[in-house]
């Protein structure tokens, strides 16, 4: 019986592998151990054991693509071959509470800074030149809203994780939407993200400005109004316009359209949560 078993298994996985999902080629692209050899040794020998650095970083890439839940990472990994094989199979795969741990710890330094860093150098010197002109665009990111009174169908006792402490409420339009908001700043030629910030739902769009003092960067009408330090300042206009500002809008609009393409890639290829 387990011997059938096991062929049915790599009957299965052979399938998969033939699939090959999109994240595989990161694979080929990254080098996680130049990534890893980023992180300061650890001084305090007792309490936890150590994470496999390497391993963890693979897991919040998954996580940030697929834009899911720590409790629910933990059972895809376990679920799903395609996740095993791009982490290499690990004899151990970490629990919920290890994967909230190291990202947390990963925010009290500042190593997130040199990982984006070493990052936006492995693609430079793959021949990706990020050029000046730039696009910046928000998402929002939807999180669990809580078991009770959370003002959106779909919850209540049954719910199988409790409101996020970090998120917050906010409306568009009519609708209350719960979670976070996702800043990016993307270069305008090759739509690559050079930048990314993540504040709560309620913060408004002007206040997170991305961009160096040297560049011009293309916004919508939503940062009208707020100050910026940037050079150029590429924003859209909104309220009662001439015709000269509505031209002018329609010319930054055909620029930063391409700003959204990567937020339609996290939501096709990678089936992200995130919401306009």
Not at 46 to 68: T, V
Not at 105 to 131: A, D, F, P, R, Y
Not at 163 to 192: A, L, Q
């Amino acid at each position: 019986m387990n011997t059938l078993t096991n062929s049915a298994l790599q009957t299965k996985f052979e399938e998969v592998k033939n699939l090959r999902p999109n994240f595989y080629q990161i694979n080929d692209i990254i080098n996680w151990d130049s990534i890893a050899d980023l992180f300061p040794e650890r001084k305090e020998t007792r309490g936890a054991p150590e994470y496999d650095k390497k391993l963890m970083l693979k897991i919040l890439f998954l996580q940030s693509c697929y834009s899911i839940s720590d409790e629910e990472m933990e059972y895809q990994i376990k679920d799903r071959f395609s996740f095993q094989e791009f982490l290499g199979f690990p004899e151990y795969i970490p629990d919920y509470t290890t994967i909230r741990r190291f990202r947390e710890e990963l925010t009290e330094e500042n190593t997130i800074e040199l990982i984006w860093s070493e990052l936006q150098n492995q693609i430079k010197s793959k021949g990706i030149v990020i050029e000046k002109g730039m696009i910046q665009d928000a998402k929002f990111i939807t999180a669990d809203p809580g078991k009770t009174n959370s003002g959106m169908s779909g919850r209540g006792q049954a719910a199988k994780t409790s409101r996020s402490r970090d998120g917050s409420w906010t409306k568009k339009g009519k609708k209350s939407i719960f979670g976070f908001k996702m800043h990016n700043k993307v270069c305008k030629k090759n739509k690559i993200i050079c930048e990314m910030g993540i504040s709560t739902a309620r913060v408004h769009d002007g206040r997170i400005d991305l961009a160096n003092p040297d560049e011009i960067t293309y916004r919508d009408r939503g940062y009208s109004g707020c100050p910026t330090k940037v050079k150029g300042n590429a924003t859209m206009k909104r309220g009662k316009l001439s015709i000269y500002d509505k031209l002018r809008n329609k010319r930054i609009t055909k620029q930063r359209c391409r700003g959204e393409h990567p937020y339609g890639t996290m939501t096709r290829s990678f089936k992200a949560d995130i919401q306009n």
